[in-house]
Structure formats: structure tokens, C-alpha cells
């Protein structure tokens, strides 16, 4: 697969949580991706982050588990070993940034798909400036 948007904790956890400030917004990009048959991508560290975000709500982190195992719009992208190298190689050469190992290796996956865009809220999708940012 060399297609389709990066799923990040950030928008999962906006779109499956009204109290979220960027709840509609998540909502309203979800269905015009949806429209167009986006799929989106998503790692194991991604859904970890997001499970983890509803680790006090039964029923939504529940439904993150649903969505990942059977919601025909997400790909769940194994990471490979040598995608996490890079992401440490990463990490070492961006110091002067912020962003943490869970979206350096997203960063990986998405140059290893040919993935160009992400959904998320998470302003270090900007930092590295090699991908559009929807939402």
C-alpha cells in the first residue's frame, strides 16, 4: 500500500471524543476524507497512544479497539524493525526538536508508503515540514 493519510493518536482521540476542542473539526475532516475513500494508516504505537488516552472510558477505548480491528478505512501498518532504527536515527539528528519516538516513527512509516499527508492536531507533523497536515 503506497497510498492513503497517517492516522495520529491526536486526531483519533479528537474524533472519538466530543470533549475534545477539536472534536468537530476531526469529525468534519473524517467525512470529507471519507467521501474520497481515504484510508487511513495507522501503527501499533499510534493505537497505543490513543488506547491509551481512554484508559478511564471502558466503552471508547472499546470502540479504538473495534475501529482497529474491523473499520474497513484503517490499515493497521506494521512497523518493521528497521523503521524504528530510523526513527532513532531520526530523533538524533532533529535534537533541537520535540517531537517523541511514537511520531518519528510514523514519520518513517509515511516516507516508507509514499504517505504525504497526516491527520492530526500534533504541530510536530510541522516541525519536520515534509508532510501536509490535514485537520
Known sequence: MTSGVLLDASFWI??????????????????DLLQHRTRF?????????THAHF????????QVLDDAQRNPALHWEPVA??????AIQLLRQY???SFSLCDAVSFIVMRRLG??????????F???????VIA
Open 14 to 31: 479528537s474524533l472519538r471524543d466530543p470533549r475534545q476542542p477539536w472534536h468537530a473539526r476531526a469529525r468534519s475532516a473524517t467525512q
Open 41 to 49: 494508516v495507522f501503527t501499533t504505537l499510534i493505537l497505543a497512544e
Open 55 to 62: 484508559s478511564r472510558s471502558p466503552v471508547i477505548r472499546q
Open 81 to 86: 524493525p528497521a523503521d524504528e532504527s530510523e
Open 95 to 97: 535534537r533541537d526538536k
Open 115 to 124: 504517505i504525504r499527508q497526516a491527520a492530526t492536531f500534533d504541530e510536530h
Open 126 to 132: 510541522r516541525q519536520l515540514g515534509e508532510f501536509e
